[in-house]
């Protein structure tokens, strides 16, 4: 599925629904995501499926990156990435000294070339793009040797009684609040049913096919988040 339509349409609403809808958790594991990733300086990083931005800025704020890259597939939440950077750094909310260079391209084929980062993230994106194996061998093209890959992504508590609240909250809270909010619940039902599909997926063991080594996976709030972290050998 080509998920470009749905996001573009959602930009201007995004950050709201997405802070509202997790009870303001996101930047707490997206920071989470940055403080595992950046224990030591980075000269390059790429941040793909950056959307809105957050996932960069919380890069950014490490002070231990040099340089950002952030890439997406959709204009409008590159626009509003943009505006939230500007708006940000004139607040003295940003670092100053970190450039964060923005590009349109997609994930799985972005044009960049080969061992150009340290670092490699990319939150919440992955589980929205159909060729996975094909991002992952792009991002194993485009980290140095000894680069790491940091994955933040939604997954379901393995709890059992946790699990099924989880799913009622995204079935079918999530959805009716959304068509309210945002004026339609289309994509609020995507991501619950992208979260069950995904399931089906072993990360770690995709990211072993792919060549990476040392995979490790972090979870987050009951385990309703996870951050997958693998390096390139
Ligand atoms: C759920 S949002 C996550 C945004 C951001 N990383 C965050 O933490 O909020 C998913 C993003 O992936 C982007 N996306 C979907 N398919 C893509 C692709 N094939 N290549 C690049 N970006 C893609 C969408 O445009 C959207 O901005």
Redesign the pocket.
């Known amino acids: 599925m ?3 339509p ?3 349409s959602i ?1 201007p609403r ?2 709201f629904c ?1 802070h509202l809808f997790s009870f303001g958790l ?1 930047f707490y594991w ?1 920071k989470k995501t940055a403080s595992l990733c950046c224990n030591q300086p980075i000269e390059a990083a790429l ?10 800025f919380a890069l950014a704020r490490t002070g231990q990156v040099k340089t950002i890259t952030a ?4 204009l409008p ?2 626009d509003c990435a943009k505006c939230k950077y500007k708006k940000n750094q004139n607040r003295g909310q940003l670092p100053v000294s970190v450039p964060i260079n923005w590009l349109h ?4 084929n972005t044009g960049l070339p080969d061992a150009s980062f340290d670092l490699i ?5 992955l ?5 996975i194996d094909g ?1 992952l061998k792009e991002i194993h093209r485009l980290l140095k040797p000894g680069g790491k890959v940091c994955i ?1 992504e939604f997954f379901l508590p393995q709890n059992k009684l946790l699990r099924s609240i989880h799913q009622f909250y995204l079935c079918h809270i999530m959805p009716l609040a959304a068509r309210w909010i945002a004026g339609t619940p289309g994509p609020w039902y995507y ?1 619950a049913h992208s979260i069950e599909q995904w399931e089906k997926i072993n990360l770690p063991e995709l990211l072993a096919q792919a060549s990476f080594r040392d995979i490790t996976v972090h979870p987050l709030t009951f385990s309703s988040v996870r951050i997958t972290a693998a390096w390139k050998e």
Do not use: K, W
């Not at 391209?105 to 799985?108: I, K, V």
């Not at 993230?121 to 994106?125: I, S």
């Open positions: 080509n998920t470009e749905m996001f573009s930009a995004y950050d997405n996101d997206r941040d793909m499926c950056c959307g809105t931005g957050d996932m960069a890439c997406d597939i959709s939440m590159l391209c997609p994930a799985q993230t990319c939150a919440f994106g589980r929205n793009i159909s060729d991002t933040l991501l």
